[in-house]
């Protein structure tokens, strides 16, 4: 996670574009991603999945690679579907934008009756644009509601669960998904606090965890607030249980010699892309035996060492890829 601000999906750049509205953006890693993703794409009419499509920036460069490509966009946001329909509009006639979640995949490719892909590209996180509208309540570097919903029409925000959720269960929150040392003292800080009025906004919130750690741990480690509202923005939008979910079901619908990259931007999320790789990847051939056997040979083999994270040149160039850890892995025979 970046020292200011929570983990995203697309910074702005000098280099960047710009959308109608003046939202600036860069796609992390293009230059990586396309270069793993290239070898799988050359079949004419492949299938791309972009489960997270946010501003279009990855998907943009793809298409415009690959001239036969069809392209399979989701995102739960539904005013990053709209910017992101307006830059790939050029590419109307191979595209299918779709308002939903990345663990809905499988959904929507049988919607679409596409029954297998070339490749699927996860950008995991909050995005840019998501950070920089201080009306979505994701930065607390922003005075706004406390909001962090990635999908309006859901009925949970930030708000909701730090008035009304008890101490145990705010604590597990922040300790589970932010990973906080001091989770139960800011509970308990913010239920004194609701006790007399709710909480209503990010400046409020971000103050009141300021104030509830220790002093000498406010001086290191970026803003004291981070851990805190990374942990209220994976409870609101239940991103971990659809990473959970997503990642096996991309997996399942790639052809042999298709590819997946799954960008990831903080220890949980790559902790389960790691799992569902390492699961596929192994050879379950029963021990004793003196060869392979071919059914229980791995699926996928791996094509980055480990997670893979970005270079200094790109953190300087764009510093919110800081956080940035890259897995890819290529299917080499069917699903079991």
């Known amino acids: 996670m970046g020292a200011s601000e929570p983990p995203d999906r697309h910074a702005a750049d000098p280099a960047a574009g710009s959308d109608a509205e003046g939202v600036r953006h860069v796609p992390v890693l293009l230059d990586r991603v396309m270069e793993l993703m290239t070898p799988a794409l050359a079949r004419p009419g492949a299938v791309v999945v972009d489960a997270t499509l946010g501003l279009g920036g990855h998907s943009e460069a793809l298409l415009s690679a690959n001239s036969e490509l069809q392209l399979v966009g989701l995102d739960r946001d539904g005013d990053a579907l709209r910017r992101s329909s307006e830059r790939l509009a050029r590419f109307a006639d191979r595209t299918h934008l779709v308002h939903a979640v990345y663990d809905q995949l499988a959904e929507v490719l049988d919607r679409l009756g596409i029954e297998s892909i070339r490749a699927a590209l996860f950008d995991l996180g909050v995005s840019s644009m998501q950070l920089d509208l201080a009306e979505r309540g994701f930065s607390y570097a922003q005075d706004a509601p406390l909001d962090m919903r990635m999908d ?36 308990q800080s913010i239920a004194r606090r609701r006790a007399t009025s709710p909480l209503d906004s990010t400046a409020e919130l971000a103050e009141l965890v300021r104030e509830a750690i220790p002093a000498a741990t406010r001086r290191t480690g ?22 959970r979910a997503a990642i096996p079901a991309a997996l399942a619908a790639l052809e042999v010699g298709g590819r997946i990259v799954v960008l990831s931007y903080h220890s949980l999320e790559d902790r389960i892309v790691k799992r569902a790789f390492a699961e596929l990847a192994s050879d379950r051939t029963p021990a004793g035996l003196p060869v392979q056997l071919a059914e229980a040979g791995p699926e996928i083999r791996l094509l980055s060492r480990g997670s893979e994270p970005a270079s200094e040149q790109e953190i300087r160039r764009n510093p919110r890829a800081a956080s940035v850890r890259l897995r890819a892995a290529e299917r080499v025979r069917e699903a079991a």
């Open 152 to 187: 309006a029409s859901q009925p949970l925000t930030a708000r909701e669960v730090v008035n009304t959720y008890p101490v145990p269960q705010l604590a597990r929150v922040l300790r589970e998904y932010g990973e906080e040392r001091f989770a139960l003292r800011i509970a």
């Open 222 to 243: 970026g803003h004291p607030a981070k851990r805190t509202f990374q942990a209220l923005r994976i409870e609101v939008n239940a991103e971990l249980d659809a990473v």
